[in-house]
């Protein structure tokens, strides 16, 4: 049994609720568009809410039990719909996002006509300028501009599909612009702002569940995983470096890195031995688990709870995708920044969203206390570099 706290889970709340997107005052224009129209229809996806997720929704975002669970329910409808439209509309897709305490699903595009056929099968929809896809390759060129070192003053860029710009922090007005020029990006594409906050590995030298690095430094097991049978664990790679220990908090082995990324990304994975079993569960530390279905990925704006050995189960929600942090040891790219707080020793949990396994802790700012945010690295192209099966129940 891979001992990652895998207890069963307590006893478990109402079903989710079957729910479509909030119906937008119809128009005139006809739905032209059936393969749009297919993928409004995509299929709700339902499950049980465990009840400590339920809590900590409550506690952190406010929430009722019910409401949160309606939430829940509600995003995982906009989940599906939100990956099929990506696929419908091609390259007049230019993102999504979650909006509103009934977290209604609002669909950009470049197509008016697009647009029109999505708000007549009751979706939301904005037209705007510039597809995802040109906003994703701007945000490339700085990831581009950026492996050579990371740029002191610029701690985080990335594409904010709310605002159709790609976001730039700066804490150096002329050392950012001169960032940018060298970049060479598109600079209609892109809008600078203040930093506010200084981003950092969460790793723990003091020491999810913990494990240990080389019986010093303690990160939080992400998802148990398979390769090919085997089972283990993914994690943050600023934790361990390939060929590095891994250990239990009882000081048993779990085993050893076998990948390991950072900068450039903050992924690893660790292999363990024969006497350990990978469970689809995270430990939400309120003496139960949330068992994991799968990993489709939450839109913007939508709900997510991280799981550390720190500072145990929090909550918020996404607020951009696909963003470029900058720490003090190099760029990491194709983070998901949040508002959901955390602490070292955090590093390498799990971010979760109802029974959606999303991500690995990677860093941030604040802390538990006052306040912050944090950054994830998502789990599929975690999975896909390493060939791994996520752990699913």
């Not at 406010?62 to 439209?85: F, T």
């Not at 897709?93 to 979650?98: D, E, H, P, T």
């Not at 970049?183 to 950092?200: H, K």
């Not at 076998?258 to 363990?272: E, I, K, L, Y």
Request: proline residues 6%; glycine residues 12%; charged residues 15%.
């Amino acid at each position: 049994m891979l001992r990652i706290r895998a207890l069963a889970v307590a006893a478990v709340a109402a079903a989710f609720a079957t729910v479509a997107l909030t119906a937008a005052p119809a128009v005139s224009a006809p739905a032209d568009d059936p393969s749009i129209a297919a993928a409004l229809a995509a299929p709700t996806r339902t499950a049980a809410v465990p009840p400590a997720l339920l809590h900590a929704m409550q506690r952190d975002l406010g929430l009722a039990p019910q409401a949160a669970a309606d939430r829940i329910a509600r995003e995982g409808q906009a989940a599906a719909v939100r990956s099929a439209l990506t696929q419908a509309l091609g390259d007049r897709w230019a993102g999504a996002w979650i909006d509103g305490p009934q977290a209604d699903l609002v669909v950009a595009t470049t197509d008016a006509s697009a647009a029109r056929t999505i708000t007549a099968h009751g979706g939301r929809a904005t037209v705007v300028q510039h597809p995802l896809k040109a906003l994703d390759q701007a945000k490339g060129a700085l990831d581009q501009a950026s492996r050579a070192a990371a740029p002191e003053a610029t701690p985080l860029w990335y594409v904010d599909v709310r605002s159709n710009t790609v976001v730039v922090q700066s804490a150096d007005d002329a050392r950012t612009e001169a960032f940018l020029d060298q970049s060479g990006v598109d600079r209609a594409l892109v809008r600078v702002e203040r930093a506010t906050a200084t981003p950092r590995p969460l790793a723990d030298l003091h020491g999810g569940d913990a494990y240990y690095i080389d019986n010093a430094a303690r990160c939080s097991i992400g998802f148990p995983v398979t390769q090919g049978g085997q089972p283990g664990f993914v994690s943050a790679g600023h934790c361990g470096q390939p060929g590095s220990n891994a250990t239990a908090s009882d000081g048993s082995s779990i085993g050893t890195f076998q990948g390991s990324t950072f900068p450039g990304n903050d992924w690893s994975w660790v292999a363990a031995g024969p006497d350990w079993t990978a469970q689809p569960q995270v430990n939400d530390y309120a003496g139960g688990a949330v068992t994991v279905a799968g990993s489709t990925e939450q839109p913007v704006g939508g709900s997510v709870c991280r799981s550390g050995s720190t500072t145990g189960w929090h909550c918020g929600t996404v607020e951009e995708q696909n963003a470029t942090v900058n720490y003090q040891e190099g760029s990491v790219y194709g983070v998901t920044r949040t508002n959901v707080c955390a602490e070292p020793g955090d590093s390498g949990g799990s971010f979760i969203s109802g029974d959606q396994a999303q991500g690995v802790t990677s860093g941030g700012s604040g802390d538990c206390t006052s306040g912050g945010e944090t950054y994830f690295q998502p789990v599929n192209p975690i999975l896909s570099t390493y060939g791994l099966t996520l752990a699913t129940g």
